[in-house]
């Protein structure tokens, strides 16, 4: 499955942002799909993710009540709703898929990479 980013951009604290990521394939709906992050000079890091159905859901601590992420299956596309959004969250947020079942919060584990959105956020 091919992945593509999109909805980043220039926001003010507190402020709000949608992102989406479409798939093409038929596969979409057999993957398990998360959000991973990436500010300068640090490492990448884990969001999000949501399984197959959308039934298990987990989130870093950092953005646990503040961001939302969901999929629309018929649509082949997993959305991350970023509310209350922090200087901090200033990051290229890439969307990542795997075929496997479980979650997981290590980028090795996954398979498929969108190629990255740029989400700023300032102060």
């Known amino acids: 499955v091919q992945l593509q980013a999109s909805g980043g951009g220039l926001v003010q604290a507190g402020g709000s942002l949608r992102l989406s990521c479409a798939a093409s394939g038929r596969a979409f709906s057999s993957y398990v799909m998360a959000w991973f992050r990436q500010a300068p000079g640090k490492e990448r890091e884990f969001v999000t993710a949501i399984n197959r159905s959308g039934s298990n859901i987990y989130y870093v601590d950092s953005v646990k009540g503040r961001f939302t992420i969901s999929r629309d299956n018929a649509k082949n596309t997993v959305y991350l709703q970023m509310n209350s959004l922090k200087p901090e969250d200033t990051a290229v947020y890439y969307c990542?898929?795997?075929?496997?079942?479980?979650?997981?919060?290590?980028?090795?584990?996954?398979?498929?990479w969108g190629q990255g959105t740029q989400v700023t956020v300032s102060s």
């Open positions: 990542a898929g795997r075929g496997r079942p479980y979650l997981s919060a290590a980028p090795a584990d996954y398979d498929n």
